[in-house]
Structures are given as C-alpha cells and as structure tokens.
C-alpha cells in the first residue's frame, strides 16, 4: 500500500472518530438536559410546579370548604415545595410515642389510645408515623379523620388534606388568622401568646405568609 493510501486511510479513520465523538456528546448533552429538565419538574418543585400539579383541583376545595386558596397554596410549597411525587417522611419520635400508647406505657396521643392501635403491626405503626400527601399529614391523622392510611397518600389525599385542615383550624382560617394557621399546621398549636414561633423552622410561618402573597397575585 502507498504512503498516500496509508495516509488518506488514517484521516478517514481520524474524521469517523471526530465524527462519533461529537454525536455522543451531542446526545450526553440531549438526555443531560432532558434529565435535568425533568428532576426540575418531578423532583424540585416551585411555584410553576405547585399550581401545574394542584392549582385546578384546590380552587375547587377551597369553595367547597370556604376557605383561602392561596393559603392552602402556601401550605403546599411549605410541605412538599409544590411536587407530585412526594416521599413519606418518617418521625421516629412519633413512632415512640405511638408505641409506647400500644405498649400501654402512655395513655393517649392527639387522643389516639390503646384500643385504635392495639393490633397494628410495626409497619403499620410506621406509616401512621409518617408525613403523606402534599400537605404532609401525619398517618395516625386517618384515625381521627375514620380514613385509611392509602387515602392520605393516594388519588384523594388533596381532598382529605383540605378536609382535615377545615375540621382541625379552619375557623382560624377565616377569621384571617394565617400566622395561628401556620402555626398550627405544623406544630398542633396556635402562636403562643409571647409570639414567639415554635416550628421546626423558625421561618416556617414567615416562608408561609411570604407563598401567600405571591399566589394572591398569580394564582
């Protein structure tokens, strides 16, 4: 064979490797994109993603249960940031607390009593401690509310979400009270007295009354 043969052979080969490299890098960057675009979506949430997964569906709540749709917006982005896909989350001191009501060592929790949990199994004592839905309710609310675990994470648990927030501190509610609201949805209590937060976050309230502005004026 020639040199010029060789040579001409060797820049075939060099150009068809150019070539394939650039298609791979092309598509890493395609799927990258799709990729990032979708965890962006399913996984981060925002505002876009809360009204998209639940905007349509609580405008009709919060008429049939007369309440503020922009709170229960709020609340929505506080609890699961406005996702779809949302994971359980696990209290382990509830989980304590739960046992120890079936290991009759307490006598109540939120007035749940030995005979609610007595034949639960340790999955089932789980679930009730863990947080479900996009409001995040605790499981062993299904007790209070006659429901099953599945309903507070399945297709209604928009609808027993709101209903438990109506029945638990909707009257706060419409009076205007969103600070006790808040405050209330995540600790059981309204603000104490001194106005000083008990949330996990001390920010929690303040983040909720900040959501409540943006979907009053785009929602």
């Not at 209590?189 to 785009?218: A, S």
Request: glycine share 8%; proline share 3%; hydrophobic share 35%.
């Amino acid at each position: 064979m020639s040199y010029n043969r060789k040579h001409k052979s060797k820049e075939n080969f060099t150009s068809k490797k150019l070539f394939w490299w650039v298609i791979g890098i092309v598509l890493f960057y395609f799927f990258l994109k799709v990729g990032c675009d979708f965890k962006t979506e399913s996984s981060v949430g925002g505002y876009k993603a809360a009204i998209d997964n639940y905007g349509r569906e609580i405008k009709i709540l919060a008429g049939q249960f007369d309440l503020p749709r922009d709170y229960l917006m709020a609340v929505i982005m506080l609890e699961s940031s406005g996702r779809k896909d949302i994971p359980p989350r696990f209290e382990q001191s509830v989980y304590n607390k739960l046992k120890s009501v079936q290991d009759r060592k307490l006598a109540t929790l939120e007035n749940i009593t030995y005979d609610d949990i007595k034949d639960a199994s340790d999955d089932a004592l789980r679930n009730l401690a863990s947080s479900w839905g996009p409001f995040q309710l605790m499981g062993y609310k299904c007790l209070h509310l006659d429901v099953k675990i599945k309903d507070l994470r399945g297709a209604n648990s928009l609808y027993w979400g709101v209903y438990w927030i109506d029945k638990t501190y909707g009257s706060y509610l419409r009076k205007g009270r969103f600070e006790d609201g808040f405050h209330i949805h995540n600790t059981g209590h309204p603000v104490p007295k001194n106005g000083k937060y008990k949330t996990y976050d001390k920010d929690y309230v303040k983040k909720g009354l900040e959501y409540m502005d943006y979907f009053k004026n785009n929602f």
